[in-house]
């Protein structure tokens, strides 16, 4: 089993940046698809970004895409969200999580899942 732990988040300005970081320890935590979620009060999770073991392949959600970037140091263990020109809508608790299946975009195909780090944007 893989263990996850998210840092990072915090209250910006709209239009700022934030980059998020995830820590995986465990077995082979390496050999996961990694991903990033979100969730916003009275919505469901949903998907963010994901980056294959290889680091070569990444799918994002149109919402997201070309403002965020996911990236992976697995000689660190950790997957990097850095978020730029941050929206209100932005707004939301994030979470990191590994999936041993390609291409993994939905909540079901993930089995470990980090506690959350929650990211807050004002207008």
């Known amino acids: 089993q893989v263990q996850l732990v998210e840092s990072g988040g915090g209250l910006v300005q709209a239009g700022a940046s934030l980059r998020l970081s995830c820590v995986a320890s465990g077995r082979t935590a390496s050999a996961y698809a990694m991903g990033w979620f979100r969730q916003a009060p009275g919505k469901e999770r949903e998907f963010v970004a994901t980056?294959?073991?290889?680091?070569?392949?990444?799918y994002y959600a149109d919402s997201v895409k070309g403002r965020f970037t996911i990236s992976r140091d697995n000689a660190k263990n950790t997957v990097y969200l850095q978020m730029n020109s941050l929206k209100p809508e932005d707004t939301a608790v994030y979470y990191c999580?590994?999936?041993?299946?390609?291409?993994?975009?939905?909540?079901?195909?993930?089995?470990?899942w980090g506690q959350g780090t929650q990211v807050t944007v004002s207008s």
């Open positions: 980056i294959h073991w290889s680091g070569r392949s990444t």
């Open positions: 999580a590994a999936a041993s299946s390609w291409v993994a975009t939905s909540a079901p195909q993930y089995n470990a």
